[in-house]
């Protein structure tokens, strides 16, 4: 069983808070590794200023190097638009992992606006990272209010794997002010010096992409 921690986001541009929250969490969970899910368009943020897909996924692989990060744009694959079918559909294709859903505190303030955000937490455990600026409003967060009695110790966080779900556990980690939004302000232009080229790719765990493609018109015949 590898256990397995999935940091979603539009990661645009990725940075050092991503990779520090990541390493942070790995350690006190106990996870052998963490997926980071390129996302091509989050529904909840605009598309304007958002950079192409290829720029964001090249900046993540820059920002995971030499840690026990993969990252992947596997949603583009799949076809899946909202975070709840992303996870349904990891948890049914990969049997011997266990994941836990790795988020922000910033993201749990808004976390009931999700599409089922309650089956999100019924198909896995969620990590909230503590991130500056935003836990009082996360401990506001009308989510939270259903999701507190599922609230377990963060001295628990290891054992994870054996919580019932729903389950959550808030992680205090070192805060990294660093800011996407901060360096798109102080260079607009980022995404134009990436030149890492990319092609949609499926995390390589037994999956390829004939599966993957056979999977996607499965899942088109059923929805006609």
């Not at 992303?86 to 994941?99: D, G, H």
């Amino acid at each position: 069983m590898t256990l397995t921690g999935l940091l979603g986001g539009s990661f645009n541009p990725a940075h050092r808070g991503h990779r520090r929250i990541s390493l942070g969490a790995l350690r006190r969970l106990g996870l052998d590794e963490v997926w980071w899910l390129v996302s091509p368009g989050n529904p909840l943020k605009p598309k304007t200023g958002m950079a192409p897909l290829a720029a964001r996924v090249a900046s993540a692989r820059t920002a995971a190097r030499r840690a026990p990060i993969r990252v992947t744009a596997i949603e583009a694959e799949l076809g899946t638009t909202y975070t709840v079918g992303t996870i349904a559909e990891l948890v049914r294709r990969f049997p011997e992992r266990r994941f836990i859903w790795l988020m922000g505190a910033d993201n749990l303030a808004q976390f009931h606006l999700w599409r089922d955000w309650r089956k999100i937490a019924a198909l896995v455990p969620i990590a909230v990272i503590a991130r500056p600026g935003y836990d009082g409003r996360a401990l506001r967060a009308p989510a939270l209010g259903w999701l507190r009695r599922f609230v377990r110790p963060a001295r628990q966080a290891r054992h994870w794997t054996r919580w019932r779900l729903p389950s959550l556990v808030l992680l205090e980690l070192p805060p990294d002010p660093t800011s996407a939004t901060a360096i798109r302000a102080a260079d607009p232009q980022w995404h134009e010096n990436v030149t890492e080229t990319f092609q949609h790719k499926a995390v390589r765990d037994g999956v390829t992409r004939r599966k993957l493609m056979g999977l996607i018109q499965q899942r088109r015949h059923f929805a006609r």
